[in-house]
T-cell receptor
Framework: SQQGEEDPQALSIQEGENATMNCSYK?????LQWYRQNSGRGLVHLIL?????REKHSGRLRVTLDTSKKSSSLLITASRAADTASYFC??????????FGKGTSLLVTP | SAVISQKPSRDICQRGTSLTIQCQVD?????MFWYRQQPGQSLTLIAT?????????ESGFVIDKFPISRPNLTFSTLTVSNLSPEDSSIYLC????????????FGSGTQLSVL
């Protein structure tokens, strides 16, 4: 069953701007993970945040998690054209397989 | 980490035929999963491939349509049977080498088009 729902579904920005994507989920989770998918191919893992964490950073990425609101956000700072991709959040409540949201399609124009 | 080789990368099949997708991992992994991504949609879990026993299917997916083999800890196949145009999707295998509550790694996917 679908776990997360990303917002917005599509986002278009210019290089150098920040991109923020939100994800909401329905059931309790052990962790939430963000992935990037280029051109409908395999998913690349970006960052994992556990249910007892509130914020995590990795390079230009910043993820927050609010378990009381069942929501997470992914911030990409100083975006680049190479960041153009679809971004998915996936939650795990069993400790194993992820249930993914609908994804946000990000377009970064030069 | 884990390196996953998924084959074929794409195929075009006729209605009523079957396609078998292979997933090879460069290390032994306990957890292996198969996902489907329909055009413009998110990923939906088809099943968990269990080594030495029958796969565990999610609601809406059945063994007759999606038979799965898992002969060892590094290899699995997914067959999509009796193909119809509605089966046109990307199919991805995924592994969790780190165990529970750790990140998953994905293969590059198989783009299936059914005519």
């Amino acid at each position: 069953s679908q776990q997360g729902e990303e917002d917005p579904q599509a986002l278009s920005i210019q290089e150098g701007e920040n991109a923020t994507m939100n994800c909401s989920y329905k059931t309790s989770i052990n962790n939430l993970q963000w992935y990037r998918q280029n051109s409908g191919r395999g998913l690349v893992h970006l960052i994992l945040i556990r249910s007892n964490e509130r914020e995590k950073h990795s390079g230009r990425l910043r993820v927050t998690l609010d378990t009381s609101k069942k929501s997470s956000s992914l911030l990409i700072t100083a975006s680049r054209a190479a960041d153009t991709a679809s971004y998915f959040c996936g939650g795990s409540n069993s400790g194993y397989a992820l249930n993914f949201g609908k994804g946000t399609s990000l377009l970064v124009t030069p | 980490s884990a390196v996953i080789s998924q084959k074929p990368s794409r195929d075009i099949c006729q209605r009523g035929t079957s396609l078998t997708i292979q997933c090879q991992v460069d290390s032994q992994v306990t957890m292996m999963f198969w996902y489907r991504q329909q055009p413009g949609q998110s990923l939906t879990l088809i099943a968990t491939a269990n080594q030495g026993s029958e796969a565990t299917y999610e609601s809406g997916f059945v063994i007759d349509k999606f038979p799965i083999s898992r002969p060892n800890l590094t290899f699995s196949t997914l067959t999509v049977s009796n193909l119809s145009p509605e089966d046109s999707s990307i199919y991805l295998c995924s592994v969790g080498p780190g165990g529970a509550n750790e990140k998953l790694f994905f293969g590059s996917g198989t783009q299936l088009s059914v005519l």
